[in-house]
């Protein structure tokens, strides 16, 4: 018998490693050089960024001003955005003509905002209700006697000297909160059997909807007081308020009827057979369903909404944008880049408030997500 | 253009049912407590917030000064910001007392508006800013230059009037905002800037080397612009006026913010007049025995607010020009007062 060993007498050899799947090359070569035209469209993306960074960096960082400076600095040749000038003129960008002694009440007003609507967009904060009433009934009440005046010995602010960031915020609060219920209420009724309240809805949407807001705040202001007895006069911040909001609220209203049509003809029909009302029929199967489908529809007017009320300078608000405006004609900051800083400071601002409520719309459409995704 | 056309016409249209009712705006304004002003929404020197964010500028101090004449208080005013297109519905509908907005006082809009002019506060008109390097020293040597404008205004037909009287060779790069016209100048884009003399002064302290730039002599164009009132109320337009004509009577006097007190002592009637230390001037408009004293002590005459808001010394730097007192050879003359 030979000597047969089923035994390995030596060690087989390494086989090479196996490709890696994962780590920071992986995905370079992944997602960024698979193919040639990837390898090219990475390349141009390159070359972009390196043509447009180094003077945006130049612009923004580099050659700007920073807060303190002084308006000599600013007024060089070939300087880069004057961020002296926002630091020194933020209070009018936030505050318009609101007496600077009484900043303080705008303060509570903007933290009692925070305070309540962080919890309320929080899905698991408790006190959800108190929070709701709060919101809807408190604080409404708290801001207008805080930002007017006039009792509790609290100095009158008239609405003509409100202005800057603070405008827009109320503008848009307000507008957001109230055409939502009123665009839904709008929306029912359009789906209403009933001839009248349909016909009405009906022509309220297509009356605003046919009509472009800058319109609707030009009747406002300049024909409003026209037809009104002499001497009456509506505030002209209230008059952009309700324009605001009836233009937003027709919008909704078809916003949450394409909802509605999502639904099927069966849950209508289920929720009669079960012998609910109309109203429990509507406010337990039918509208929870269709709000959710809508979610990007609403939060994409609310965003409209936000961005539209920089047109209430037709009635002569100073919003963020026209605070920044009239502050760009300032004659103590006249310097080269004094309005583009401006401009840029504005759309920072605006930035920040829509990017926030759209990556929150996304979040709100996971969590309600139950499966219908299609 | 056309939504400032529309509503010039529904303001004339409609304007006539409204100024009847404003019969007393002097009996309101005292009962309500302030006078409301309607103003720009920002023009530096003339109406525009201040580094305070209080509103400041020549305009505003006529609004202040009929303030102290009424309340000796110049503070008792509120202001309105207002467009272009909404202004003279805002004085009509009687949301606002006084119209003290860079408005020309035109005859059309004198005429046709139911409104009244008080009188000039600034004789603006339009000029022409050229690169000192250039070398340009007139107008007239502008023939083939590239001039920037805003299209559709009034700035516009104004220079292709100039232009086609005297011959030249009239060649625009026309832009649709201020802000553009003044970055393509500042870009070398074209030679010439044109618009009212008072904004190009305001538009070169914001190059980087205002002394780089010179406004020509020449202005090819009347803008007189004055606060309005409405029409039909003749006991408040009166007040206004006369406010105005102090302004500029107290100038002409001497009597400034500083020394008005002194000038209480004086001996010159036409200053013993003015002040109410001799004759009662201001009850029959309606107002005390020192509405002008009370208007000279709280805002200054037009001289201190000239120069305050746009003279030699800010960064606006207007010269008194057409805007110096009649017998310093300049256009502003007030009626006397006896």
């Keep these: 018998m030979t000597d047969i060993s089923f035994v390995r007498s030596e060690m087989t050899g390494a086989s090479p490693a196996p490709n890696p799947t994962s780590g920071p090359l992986v995905w370079v070569r992944k997602n960024l050089f698979a193919t040639p035209s990837d390898t090219l469209l990475t390349l141009l993306g390159l070359a972009f960024l390196a043509w447009i960074v180094p003077p945006l960096y130049g612009f923004l960082i580099g050659r700007a001003v920073p807060p303190g400076g002084t308006v000599e600095q600013c007024r060089v040749e070939n300087v880069g955005a004057c961020w002296a000038y926002i630091a020194s003129e933020l209070d009018f960008f936030v505050y318009g003509f609101y007496p600077a002694a009484e900043y303080w009440r705008v303060n509570i007003v903007f933290a009692m905002l925070a305070l309540l609507i962080i919890p309320l967009a929080m899905p698991k904060a408790p006190y959800k209700r108190l929070n709701a009433i709060l919101f809807i009934i408190a604080f409404p009440i708290a801001s207008v006697i805080l930002l007017s005046g006039g009792v509790f010995g609290l100095r009158y602010v008239p609405t003509e000297q409100w202005g800057g960031l603070m405008v827009t915020l109320i503008i848009s609060v307000v507008g957001i909160c109230l055409s939502l219920p009123l665009g839904i209420v709008l929306a029912l009724g359009r789906q209403s059997s009933m001839p009248i309240i349909k016909s009405i809805c009906v022509a309220f949407i297509e009356l605003i909807r046919a009509v472009p807001l800058i319109t609707i705040l030009f009747m406002a202001s300049i024909m409003l007081p026209l037809f009104m007895p002499a001497g009456v006069t509506v505030d002209k911040f209230l008059r952009a308020l309700v324009g605001v909001t009836l233009f937003s609220s027709a919008y909704m209203a078809e916003v949450v009827r394409g909802g509605m049509q999502a639904i099927g003809r069966g849950q209508y029909e289920a929720a009669a057979a079960l012998g609910l009302s109309y109203w429990k029929r509507m406010g337990f199967i039918i509208l929870p369903q269709a709000l959710k489908h809508v979610i990007p529809g609403i939060v994409n007017s609310f965003i409209a909404l936000f961005k539209d009320t920089s047109l209430v300078y037709i009635v002569g608000m100073k919003d963020l944008l026209e605070a920044v405006k009239t502050k760009n004609d300032a004659i103590e900051w006249a310097s080269p880049t004094q309005a583009i800083t401006g401009y840029i400071f504005a759309a920072a601002v605006f930035w920040m408030f829509c990017f926030s409520m759209s990556r929150y719309s996304q979040f709100m459409e996971r969590r309600l997500n139950t499966g219908h995704k299609r | ?338």
């Design chain 2, 1 to 338: 253009m056309q939504i400032k056309f529309l509503a010039i016409a529904a303001a004339a249209a409609l304007t006539f049912g409204a100024t009847a009712a404003h019969a007393d705006t002097l009996a309101d304004v005292k009962a309500k407590g302030y006078v409301q002003c309607g103003v720009t929404g920002g023009v530096a020197g003339f109406s525009a917030p201040d580094a305070n964010n209080e509103w400041a500028g020549l305009e505003v101090d006529f609004c202040k000064a009929v303030a102290a004449a009424i309340f000796n208080d110049a503070t008792k005013v509120r202001y309105t910001p207002l467009t272009s297109q909404e202004r003279f519905t805002a004085l009509s509908a009687g949301e606002i007392d006084i119209l003290s907005r860079t408005t020309t006082w035109t005859m059309s809009r004198d005429t046709q508006l139911g409104i009244k002019f008080i009188g000039t506060m600034y004789y603006d008109g339009q000029g022409f800013m050229v690169r000192k390097a250039d070398g340009i020293k007139s107008a007239l040597d502008l023939s083939g230059a590239a001039i920037c404008i805003e299209s559709g205004t009034t700035t516009e037909l104004n220079a292709a009037d100039y232009f086609a009287t005297n011959k030249l060779e009239f060649n625009t790069v026309v832009f649709v905002d201020q802000d553009e016209v003044v970055k393509a100048y500042e870009d070398g884009r074209c030679d010439v800037y044109t618009t009212d003399a008072s904004a190009l002064a305001a538009e070169r302290s914001k190059f980087a080397v205002p002394d780089d730039h010179i406004i020509l002599p020449e202005i090819i164009s009347k803008e007189p612009l004055g606060p309005v009132v409405r029409q039909g109320d003749d006991t408040w337009f009166n007040i206004n006026r006369w406010t105005y004509f102090a302004l500029l009577q107290a100038e002409e006097l001497g009597v400034t913010q500083a020394n008005v007190d002194e000038m209480l002592g004086s001996d010159n009637p036409e200053i013993k007049r003015l002040l109410g230390v001799e004759g009662d001037f201001g009850t029959p408009l309606g107002l005390t025995k020192d509405w002008a004293y009370q208007i000279v002590k709280l805002v200054g005459n037009y001289g201190e607010s000239f120069n305050r808001n746009v003279g030699p010394d800010t960064p606006i730097g207007l010269a008194r020009g057409l805007n110096a007192l009649w017998k310093d050879g300049g256009l502003q003359y007030a009626a006397p007062i006896r």
